[in-house]
């Protein structure tokens, strides 16, 4: 969270409280946002703080000139059941809709005959014989290839996610050992891994990487299907947010900086913010990991550096306008080349004339700090390259947006460093995508650490659980 100066829309009290029945979260992310509107509808008074102009986090919007502009590419899977559950509670599901099935354009472009497109689709049949065909006739792969991924993909599906020893080994180890060639990490592993995980698959927690491909892959026909906005993102996490949040009587202060988080005499708790102390019952931390330690009072962790050890990594976003339609799918991946993932945001950005294109770039170690020149001289050529229609076409704006600490890293060994919702302080709550909803760092991740916190929350207040509140234990 952003810290900023108190805004008009600070928060006020007006009347005494019924005990047990207030709320401060410090947040206002998707984790915060979820754990607001799940105690106001618990019947808790709720204030939902937060140091930036807006809502919604690391997945917002703004604008440059006449386009609305997304900080990046945000997708969710159909698996993604918090999220989903998210978008509904928000009234917005119908602007972010899934794919009728999973269907991912795989462009090579380094293949010595020229630029070669394959597919990894699904059919209507049961796991793992859904994907059985996509990848008997995906390109990118020998024959040999095709037949080690599914013996791997088995073993991966007999995996037991409960077992601690997987986050002590690296996923990458794991698949060299399961006769995986460097070849099928990158076409494959990696192509879907790095997307989700923002790390190679030798960087990555083998809890993790298991927990993504069999939840996303190996449980459900339609688990992969992917969602994305159809409207710049703010629309969702901020606008239709604020409007729920509203409706449920959650008073929400942007531009207001949290300074400390202290238990009272008591049991309660006081928030401090610039000119006024909140008085609650409860607190939600919903923040990132080095300013939930800052924030933290004596004692509410046994172990709070190891917050600090739960490194991020950043994801460059490359964004590109068109005078003129280059590409005629909604996205694709390709491999070859440093392009990963291409979007078209025309639509959605407001674009009324040619084509904008978002290139999102996990694992962006080496280019986060680039200047936009050398980025341009990079990323063009690669896109002239994977998209012949772009060899003509004029470039009307190039820009980039950075987040440098876009998501935790899911190394091995992260598991025990990823804190639960309950603190050691009665009355004091974690959330955020980093703490342990055993997900790496995406929006489902986000969903479920608000949902926990709220629950652990009226858990304590003695407050009844709204019914329609997503229940964690349904998740695959």
Known sequence: MSHGTRSEGAPHTDGPVPPGRRAVVVGGGLAGTTAALALADAGVRVTLLEGRPRLGGLAFSFKRGDLTVDNGQHVYLRCCTAYRWFLDRIGGAGLAPLQDRLDVPVVDAARPEGRRLGRLRRDPLPVPLHLGRSLAAYPHLSLADRARVGRAALALKGLDLDDPALDEQDFGSWLAAHG??????????????????????????????????????????????????????????????????????????????????????????????????????????????????????????????????????????????????????????????????????????????????????????????????????????????????????????????????????????????????????????????????????????????????????????GRPRPRHLFALEEAA
């Open 180 to 461: 995986q060639s460097p070849r099928a990490v990158e076409a494959l592993w990696d192509l879907v891994g790095v997307a989700t995980l923002n790390a190679v698959a030798g960087d990555s927690s083998l809890a993790l990487a298991a927990m993504v491909f069999k939840t996303g892959l190996l449980s459900d026909p339609g688990a992969a299907d992917i969602g994305w906005a159809r409207v710049p993102l703010g629309d969702l996490h901020d606008r239709l947010a604020r409007e729920a949040l509203d409706a449920a009587g959650v008073r929400t202060a942007t531009r207001t900086r949290v300074s400390s988080v202290r238990a009272d005499g008591d049991g309660g708790w006081s928030v401090d913010i610039p000119g006024e102390t909140l008085r609650a019952d409860a607190v939600v931390l919903a923040v990132p990991q080095r300013e939930a330690y800052d924030l933290l009072p004596a004692g509410a962790l046994d172990a709070p550096d190891r917050l600090l050890g739960i490194d991020t990594a950043p994801i460059l976003n490359v964004h590109v306008v068109y005078d003129r339609t280059v590409l005629t799918r909604p996205f694709f991946a390709a491999l070859g080349t440093p392009v990963q993932w291409v979007f078209d945001r025309t639509h959605a950005s407001g674009l009324s004339h040619g084509q904008y294109l978002a290139l999102s770039q996990s694992v962006a170690h080496d280019d986060i700090d680039a200047p936009v020149a050398d980025l341009r001289e990079r990323y063009l050529p690669e896109l002239e390259r994977l998209l012949p229609r772009a060899r003509g076409a004029e470039v009307l704006d190039f820009f980039v947006t950075r987040e440098r600490t876009a998501t935790f890293v899911p190394a091995p060994g992260v598991g025990r460093l990823r804190p639960g919702a309950r603190t050691k302080a009665p009355g004091l709550y974690l959330a955020g995508a980093w703490t342990a909803t055993g997900w790496p760092a995406t929006m489902e991740s986000a969903v479920r650490s608000g949902v926990g916190a709220a629950d652990a929350a009226l858990g304590a207040l």
